[in-house]
């Protein structure tokens, strides 16, 4: 499929030279002599890296090949990643590199979604918000409060976060997956 530079917008994904990238922004430029043209900036969906591209205007893209599916993360060994097609039980693997950041709040067992390019596992999308359980603390002091200061822990799934001085090992935390950041108590 293709897409012409009028259907550009934040978020639509492109294809250039084989790899898929993300329009992360864009501006419509008409001069005062010569063609129009869009200036983007591109995210690569499977490095990160952010590139600087122009387009004349009207030219055509190709859109990529991209599938979601629901896999479900089994265990990590020896650096690499486990995850199971739930509709089809095929298991494949992603290493530490592929995953980035990612890898520190996964839980086995839980569902998330995978997101594949021509058949080759890109990256997961990890739900907003996860409980994890406290594994490794200093211990809370009577009288620490909410907006005392901070400590690290260690969570079950590894990551080192930053959390309130009240909270002990064994406790069940919500954390933002996205910005690595405690939120709240879990209920």
Same mark, same amino acid.
């Given at each position: 499929?293709?897409?012409? %530079?009028? !259907? ?7 294809? &250039?030279?084989?790899?898929?990238? #993300?329009?992360?922004? @864009? ?67 992603? %290493?530490? !590199? ?7 709040? &996964?839980?086995?067992?839980?569902? #998330?979604?995978?997101? @594949? ?71």
């Amino acid at each position: 499929m293709t897409a012409s %530079t009028a !259907d550009f917008r934040k978020g639509l994904k492109i294809e &250039l030279e084989g790899e898929p990238y #993300i329009i992360a922004d @864009f501006l419509h430029v008409k001069p005062g002599k010569g063609g129009a043209f869009v200036r983007t900036k591109l995210k690569s969906l499977i490095s990160g890296n952010v590139i600087d591209r122009t387009f004349r205007s009207g030219e055509k893209v190709q859109t990529p090949s991209l599938e979601e599916k629901n896999m479900q993360y089994l265990y990590q060994e020896g650096g690499t990643y486990h995850f199971m097609d739930t509709e089809n039980y095929e298991q494949f693997v992603m %290493t530490g !590199d592929q995953l980035g950041e990612d890898s520190n709040f &996964l839980q086995e067992n839980v569902e #998330i979604k995978i997101l @594949f390019h021509n058949g080759r596992p890109i990256g997961v999308e990890l739900p907003f918000f996860v409980e994890l359980t406290i594994v490794r603390t200093e211990p809370g002091v009577k009288g620490d409060t909410a907006s005392g200061g901070s400590k690290p822990a260690t969570l079950e799934t590894g990551a080192v976060i930053q959390v309130p001085l009240f909270l002990n090992e064994g406790d069940a935390i919500k954390v933002d997956t996205r910005t690595g950041e405690y939120i709240e108590r879990a209920k």
